[in-house]
């Protein structure tokens, strides 16, 4: 693919975050029509109070260490957000001098049982490379996942199946919009496991099997995971309706717990599917 494009480079972080402002809304004058998009590197370096050698020095990926100051002074010379502003730190850290601790495959009995409880609420575990380790019968339903067992080799990976399942990009006219959300979040947890031959090999393998993720990627957006509210659409259910909340263990930052709080209305369909033992035909 000729890119190392799952490498986390703080560069390209920089690079992309300045190209998409224009001198007028950071209040610097526009003198003509620029050759490339967004602020020039001495723009950014003046806004931040840092040297224009110095910043250029950061885009290249040099061996430079930046204080908390000067990355602070960067976030709000580019108008980062919060996530961004934490993602910017990440990047900027050490690298780390050891291998990534080996990913945790299996839910504790506790987490399973409390999963397996939300009925029918859907709800699963997603591991640090969003491998689904544990879902219940109403995240079966919805997301059409197989039915778990402890004997299943291999895990539903969540955003390989968002990526490449054509019903969910029929059913839900949106689907474009949450795919890039979600790649956002994507890349958000994969700057926690920098090192992580999983994270690398499925960021290659989503670059050759999905447009969208390949022009969302170089983008660099990146967006923690949040409580939301969320529709969903299936022909065999209807339209739904979920509050959507994530659920991380103090002691475990790779494991979230998905929760989708289903509408009375919603709820009371899914009972009926769980009751059945199968989904419906009912149309939206």
């Avoid at 602070?72 to 900027?92: F, G, K, Q, T, V």
């Avoid at 509050?243 to 263990?249: F, P």
């Avoid at 599917?273 to 035909?281: D, F, I, M, V």
């Amino acid at each position: 693919m000729g890119e190392n494009v799952s490498h986390l480079s703080l560069g390209k972080f920089l690079r992309a975050r300045r190209q998409r402002l224009t001198p007028e809304e950071v209040g610097l004058p526009s003198y003509g029509r620029r050759r490339t998009p967004g602020l020039r590197r001495e723009e950014v370096a003046q806004l931040a109070h840092i040297g224009t050698s110095w910043y250029t020095s950061l885009e290249q990926d040099r061996d430079v260490s930046p204080s908390e100051e000067v990355l602070d002074s960067l976030a709000h010379a580019l108008r980062l957000n919060a996530d961004e502003r934490r993602y910017l730190h990440m990047l900027a850290q050490p690298k780390r001098a050891k291998e990534e601790e080996r990913a945790i495959k299996d839910a504790s009995i506790g987490l399973t049982r409390i999963v397996k409880s939300l009925d029918p609420n859907p709800a699963f575990i997603m591991g640090r490379n969003w491998d689904l380790l544990e879902w219940n019968k109403a995240a079966e339903f919805v997301f059409q996942l197989p039915a778990f067992s402890k004997e299943t080799h291999g895990h539903p990976n969540w955003m390989r199946r968002f990526l490449t399942d054509s019903s969910l990009r029929s059913n839900n006219t949106d689907w474009e919009a949450k795919a890039q959300v979600m790649i956002a979040r994507f890349r958000a947890d994969y700057a926690h496991f920098p090192n992580d031959a999983r994270f690398k090999a499925l960021i290659e393998e989503f670059m050759q099997a999905s447009e969208l993720f390949r022009e969302t990627w170089p983008l660099h957006d990146v967006q923690a995971a949040t409580d939301c509210h969320k529709h969903w659409s299936d022909p065999r259910i209807g339209e739904m309706v979920f509050e959507h909340v994530v659920l991380q263990l103090p002691n475990n930052s790779e494991m979230k717990i998905m929760v989708y709080t289903a509408s009375s209305d919603t709820a009371i369909r899914l009972q009926e599917l769980l009751t059945a033992g199968r989904p419906n035909s009912r149309n939206s």
